[in-house]
């Protein structure tokens, strides 16, 4: 069975900043995508970025970037450059063989001024 | 891009009756539909997986007889949530995916989400 975990409950980031929010998983399938959405208080769910099991590199997708180790199981996202509009709710989510998404239970990220 | 069109955004019915909610994909084919619950500050829990023209797939614990879900064309999905009580209030969110899922988004759009309340 899959295991998405996110042990940050809540993080605060100063604007400008970079900031980490931590996913680790845990799957038996050799092959799987792992993926980081950011859902702000409106509540729509918004694709941040994308790291499929065999890629060879580290995916970025803007001020997004995806620390991927696949040995330590973990793909932990970095916000570079922080802004006050990234404050919002952080899911780590992984594909299941059946190709739902299994979310993590989330981080709740503000950015001050 | 892809979209899904979810509707009613919010809603609020009395305590007996029946809701339904409706997932529509305006620009491609969602073979496969996926409905999530999601309570306040909590994570998206998975309710049900349908294929269009078949059954749902509900995950253990979700009831299939109060959580309807019909698939019946390649672009719209329904969850109606029948004999509603307060404790049914959420917020319900669903996630279509084409049939290669090497779409846009990598195969995953989200309707906008629909808050319930149950009075």
């Known amino acids: 069975a899959q295991k998405i975990t996110q042990t940050q409950p809540g993080m605060f980031v100063q604007e400008k900043e970079a900031v980490t929010l931590d996913c680790t998983y845990d799957t038996s399938d050799p092959s799987y995508g792992l993926f980081w959405y950011k859902q702000p208080s409106s509540g729509e769910m918004i694709f941040l970025i994308y790291?499929?099991?065999?890629?060879?590199q580290n995916a970025t997708e803007g001020r997004y970037s995806l620390n991927f180790q696949k040995a330590r199981k973990s793909a932990n996202l970095v916000i570079s450059a922080s802004q006050l509009g990234d404050s919002a709710m952080y899911f780590c989510?992984?594909?299941?063989?059946?190709?739902?998404?299994?979310f993590g239970k989330g981080t709740s990220l503000l950015v001050t001024p | 891009g892809a979209v899904v069109s979810q509707h009613p955004s919010w809603v609020i019915c009395k305590s007996g009756t029946s809701v339904k909610i409706e997932c529509r994909s305006l620009?491609?084919?969602?073979?496969?539909m996926f409905w999530y619950r999601q309570f306040p500050k909590k994570s998206l829990m998975l309710m049900a997986t349908s294929n269009e023209g078949s059954k749902a797939t509900y995950e253990q614990g979700v009831e299939k007889d109060k959580f309807l879900i019909n698939h019946a064309s390649l672009t719209l999905s329904t969850l109606t949530v029948t004999s509603a009580h307060p404790e049914d209030s959420s917020f319900y969110i669903c996630?279509?995916?084409?049939?290669?899922?090497?779409?846009?988004?990598?195969?995953?759009?989200f309707g906008s989400g629909t808050r319930l309340t149950v009075v």
């Open positions: 989510a992984m594909r299941s063989p059946g190709y739902a998404l299994n």
């Open positions: 996630s279509a995916r084409d049939s290669e899922g090497t779409g846009y988004n990598y195969g995953y759009t």
């Open positions: 790291q499929g099991s065999y890629d060879q």
């Open positions: 620009d491609f084919q969602a073979t496969t």
